[in-house]
């Protein structure tokens, strides 16, 4: 049975510590948890009136699965979905919102099933995943990480200042990539020369 906690924690795990990248869009962030998710849910930690970057570095791991799990486990209804994608989907809505859910519609609909691109996980979603998880149960988990992968790409082809997270600069797989290939079989990783076709128009 899927093990939700542990996942939360895992993500925490790779999520890591402060952070305050002036290219991240996500601003201060810690543990994964955004100075912006912060103020939304009024996370005042130094009990100051306001949530600021010092409450952001406030933040505990155990504050950071507390939010995961109500707000981007439980709130989008990712549990509604089958098993074999849930800790996948999970994970990417903690690192991009609703996009996962565009991420996983999007490819729906390349796979036949009727499905509207709104980013929301509601009944038409969910049976349209059914129906792919049975039409592909071994392939669905593979093709979906593969997805978020594109999904990091285009937005390092289209926005240079966030390649850093794409590639390091010793030229290799960044965190993006390796956190998509953390969901996907072996077989389907990109090889190092894979890779630097990839990313060689990035100069």
């Not at 049976?127 to 593979?142: F, G, V, Y």
């Not at 390091?168 to 993006?176: Q, V």
């Amino acid at each position: 049975m899927l093990n939700v906690r542990q996942i939360a924690k895992e993500i925490v795990a790779r999520e890591g510590g402060f952070v305050d990248d002036p290219d991240d869009p996500g601003g201060a962030t810690n543990y994964g948890v955004t100075i912006h998710t912060a103020r939304q849910l009024g996370m005042d930690k130094d009990g100051d009136g306001d949530v600021d970057v010092a409450d952001v570095r406030q933040l505990t791991p155990a504050d950071a699965e507390r939010v995961f799990l109500k707000h981007y486990f439980e709130a989008p209804q990712v549990d509604l979905l089958p098993q074999i994608l849930q800790a996948s989907v999970f994970d990417m809505y903690v690192n991009a919102g609703r996009n996962a859910v565009k991420i996983l519609q999007r490819l729906l609909s390349q796979m036949g099933q009727q499905v509207a691109v709104d980013g929301k996980i509601g009944p038409q979603t969910v049976a349209a995943t059914e129906a792919a998880a049975a039409a592909a149960p071994h392939h669905l988990a593979d093709a979906y990480g593969v997805a978020r992968r594109n999904y990091y790409f285009r937005l390092a082809d289209m926005r240079p200042k966030l390649r850093k997270f794409a590639r390091t600069r010793a030229g290799n797989k960044g965190g993006w990539i390796k956190r998509a290939e953390s969901f996907i079989s072996p077989r389907y990783h990109l090889n190092d020369s894979e890779f630097q076709k990839r990313v060689a128009s990035w100069g």
